[in-house]
Every structure is written in structure tokens, then in C-alpha cells.
């Protein structure tokens, strides 16, 4: 059951009265410098979309940190992660790492309605996307054959992603030729896995993506956050069917009620994004917890506000404050 969100929808998240050192600030995180080549890395109820943060979605955060790492527990066999540690639920302890130029996303099923989107891409025409030939006659929503791998370029200062070719990922020299083939390896079993775990919770793991970095001794390992309503497309897998031969959208639990309010709302990215108002907000708050329950099978706690005290805790348990 979703926690009751609060009366009025909490500011994004600003800390810049902690005396803390090489501090970043990212769309969605803020992290701290720590010895030993670590991190410490909090999450924030913001909301990206368009590579913009569009809104502050209630408990968000926290579901994005614990179940991130409930996931890279349970994919450290595949490859090694970035996590040494969760102090609080809305803060984690990585290794400082080096991350990748690109970002990996697997897509199972041909959909989406961004432009980087397979289904965009496709139902404009396009046949041959991010370098894969597309059969004619496919659907929206609709499985693909394999799943395939759609890389993107890292927004930065404001750009937003480009899509690339695994190709062109290795000829432009954004990845060395090895590393890319690790990626890749990793990404298809990451994804496999994902699908799984995602079946037997009730849910079906349509997209998602990862981001790789190389740690300080040179090797590969998986950084950031990874199958989360944040990152990944999750549909309920006991409705999809109906929904699929309907032809409306299948019923989600992530971030896809933000996107669509703000493309019905003309939004492209640019300039500030429009208000979402508050039942929008709160059925993706919904979403993210329920997802969270479906997948690690236990109830969500929620963390108390505000969200500054809780944050102080965290780093004061990682011996930084």
C-alpha cells in the first residue's frame, strides 16, 4: 500500500549548507567525496525526464536507492558493482569510478515516445534503427524478437543524449574495442536476468538502461542505479496482453505517466517544464512503491521528512559529518 503522501509536495532537495567536501550535484543525486577512492551518493525525490528535472515525486528517492541495491546484490555474479555500502535509505557508498561516455540501454519490445524511441523512430518510418533492420508490420508494445542494445551518448550541460550505433560506439573511440565487447556481454546478461526476476514478481521488464564505469584499478563495473521505475520500463505482465490487443498502452509501474503528461502537455525539454499537479505526481509515487513491493516481496518503509535530518544521519553513520 502506497504511504500517504504529504499535504503539500516537498521542494527539490538542496544541501548546501552541509560542510561537505568535492561535492556534485547531479539531476537526481548529490554526492560527496570520501577516502579510499569512495563516494557517498544521496538520492533526491527529484524527477528527470527530457534530461530535465521536471518534478519531486514523493519517496522516489528512497525507492530508487534501496532498490537499486536490492538489484545489484542480486546481479554481483554477472559483474561487479559499484555499492560498498547503504548507511541510510536514501544513501549509498560507491567506489569512485570513471564513467563510460555512453549509456547501454536493452530494449526487449519496440516502444517509447521520445525521439531516441524505438516505436518514435519506427512509426516515422525508419527501418533500420540504431543500426538493427526492423521487420514491417510491427505493433507498439510489441516483443522483439531478440532484445537488442541502443546506445546513447551522456547528456551533458544540458545536451541531451544522441543516439549512436554499437558501430559507431567503437569507431568513434568513445569505448575501446574489448571494453565495449564486456559491455555488451554484461548488458544482454544483466537484462536476461532482470526479465526474469521481473516475470516472477508479476511484471514484465520492457527496457532499461545501464551505465558502466571503470574503477580505480582498471576494471569494468556497473555504476549508478539499474532497474528501477526510474531507469526501466516495468509492466504488469497480467494485463499486457489485453492491453496489447486493445492497442492501448500496458499497464505500467515507473516513470511513464510524467513522460506522457508532458508531452500532452506540449513540453519538449526546453524551457521550464510545465506543473504537473498533484495526481500525476502522486500515481508515479504510487507506481514507484508498488514496484518496489512487487520486486523485493516486503512492504516500503518509508523514511520520515523532511529530508535534510535523515540525510545528516547517513553522514554522520559514514564518519563524514
Not at 567503437?170 to 536476461?192: E, N, R, S, T
Not at 499537479?277 to 520520515?304: I, K
Request: charged letters at 20%; one cysteine or more; a negative charge.
Amino acid at each position: 500500500m502506497q504511504p500517504p503522501l504529504p499535504a503539500t509536495l516537498p521542494a527539490p532537495f538542496t544541501d548546501a549548507h552541509l560542510p561537505l567536501p568535492d561535492r556534485r550535484v547531479g539531476k537526481v543525486r548529490v554526492s560527496y567525496g570520501l577516502p579510499d577512492n569512495e563516494r557517498l551518493f544521496i538520492t533526491t525525490d527529484r524527477l528527470s525526464a527530457f534530461d530535465r528535472v521536471v518534478a519531486a515525486v514523493p519517496y522516489k528517492g528512497q525507492v530508487l536507492n534501496e532498490l537499486a541495491a536490492w538489484w545489484f546484490a542480486n546481479t554481483a555474479d554477472i559483474v561487479p558493482n559499484h555499492v560498498r555500502g547503504v548507511p541510510d535509505p536514501n544513501a549509498t557508498i560507491g567506489v569512485e569510478a570513471t564513467p563510460l561516455p555512453v549509456e547501454v540501454v536493452v530494449r526487449g519490445y519496440i516502444t517509447g515516445v521520445t525521439s531516441t524511441s524505438l516505436w518514435r523512430r519506427y512509426s516515422e518510418g525508419e527501418r533500420v534503427i540504431y543500426g538493427y533492420h526492423l521487420p514491417e508490420g510491427m505493433r507498439q508494445h510489441q516483443p522483439l524478437s531478440t532484445p537488442i542494445i541502443t546506445p546513447t551518448t551522456k547528456a551533458h550541460d544540458g545536451a541531451h543524449d544522441e543516439p549512436i550505433t554499437c558501430a559507431e560506439v567503437v569507431q568513434g573511440g568513445h569505448v575501446d574495442a574489448g571494453v565495449w565487447d564486456q559491455v555488451m556481454a554484461a548488458a544482454l546478461a544483466l537484462f536476461a536476468r532482470g526479465q526474469r526476476i521481473a516475470a516472477a514478481a508479476g511484471l514484465i521488464l520492457a527496457d532499461t538502461k545501464y551505465e558502466f564505469g571503470i574503477d580505480p584499478d582498471g576494471a569494468l563495473i556497473l555504476i549508478d542505479e539499474m532497474h528501477t521505475p526510474d531507469s526501466s520500463r516495468l509492466w504488469v505482465s497480467g494485463t499486457y496482453e489485453q492491453r496489447l490487443a486493445e492497442g492501448t498502452d500496458p499497464e505500467s509501474l515507473d516513470k511513464e505517466p510524467i513522460r506522457r503528461a508532458l508531452i500532452a502537455a506540449g513540453y519538449d525539454g526546453h524551457g521550464p517544464s510545465p506543473d504537473l499537479g498533484h495526481e500525476v505526481v502522486g500515481e508515479t509515487s504510487a507506481r514507484y512503491v508498488h514496484a518496489f513491493e512487487r520486486l523485493t516481496c516486503r512492504p516500503f518503509q518509508p523514511g520520515s521528512y523532511p529530508v535534510e535530518p535523515r540525510l545528516t544521519e547517513s553522514l554522520q553513520r559514514a564518519g563524514v559529518l
